[in-house]
């Protein structure tokens, strides 16, 4: 009875997270959102579009610090958690790549008007931007898995996801609002200015974020044991 009341007590976070998914997931579709021009229905999608914006943020940040614990410590485990948070985070950085571009492909391209066609309004700053954060990501893991010794490995591994984490606040906030864009929010984020989103969606939308992430890190822990379990596995 003590491991039930101790595997519950640990686990209290994972029952959050699908509670609130499924929140998002019936009110995303039930609730009522403000009928804005040319968003019409679509403006639901900002639950799960920004919320795996959220939950790729928060998994880099959570990487970029285990980078910097393990250039402290020098503890090998802590490159493998910032490796496997990178790559959720990639995953849920190309579902929400994905996610906007659908999302824009409804609402601001025009096959009729060659100033808002699709290949014209592929060429977003706010894109690009995120293309080449996500690329830069990818390299990342390719720069870590051509490695073979495991301390140099590490060591280069976490310089180099400092320096990712870095550049990705300039790739997609930063240097996208200098530039002209179609997105909303240049001089702000419209998915967290509490102006620009109804009380009705915040009820859904924070609840989306939270969910995202708590799912971007339970299926990073999973990982991580695999990797570990592997890891273990190839030292005996």
């Given at each position: 009875m003590i491991s039930e009341k101790s595997y519950m007590y640990k686990s209290w976070w994972k029952l959050l997270c699908v509670v609130l998914l499924v929140y998002t997931f019936i009110g995303g579709i039930l609730m009522k959102?403000?009928?804005?021009?040319?968003?019409?229905?679509?403006?639901?999608?900002?639950?799960?579009?920004?919320?795996?914006?959220?939950?790729?943020f928060t998994l880099f940040t959570v990487s970029v610090v285990n980078a910097i614990k393990y250039l402290r410590t020098l503890n090998i485990k802590y490159d493998i958690y910032a490796r496997q948070f990178v790559v959720v985070g990639i995953v849920f950085g190309i579902l929400g790549y994905s996610t906007g571009a659908i999302w824009m492909s409804y609402t601001w391209a025009d096959p009729n008007n060659p100033e808002t066609s699709f290949s014209t309004v592929a060429r977003e700053p706010k894109l690009i931007g995120t293309a080449v954060a996500?690329?830069?990501y990818c390299a990342y893991l390719i720069l870590r898995d051509s490695i073979t010794d495991m301390d140099k490995r590490a060591r280069?591994?976490?310089?180099?996801n400092i320096f990712a984490f870095a550049m990705l606040f300039p790739t997609i906030m930063i240097i996208p609002r200098i530039l002209p864009s179609l997105h909303p929010g240049q001089d702000g984020n419209p998915a967290l200015n509490l102006k620009d989103v109804s009380p009705?969606?915040?009820?859904?939308?924070?609840?989306?974020?939270?969910?995202?992430?708590?799912?971007?890190l339970w299926i990073t822990t999973l990982k991580i044991r695999i990797a570990i379990a592997r890891e273990n596995r190839l030292k005996n």
């Open positions: 959102v403000p009928e804005l021009p040319a968003l019409d229905e679509t403006i639901r999608n900002l639950y799960f579009h920004v919320g795996m914006w959220f939950a790729m996500l690329l830069i280069i591994s976490s310089v180099y009705a969606m915040r009820m859904v939308e924070f609840p989306a974020f939270i969910g995202w992430a708590l799912l971007g």
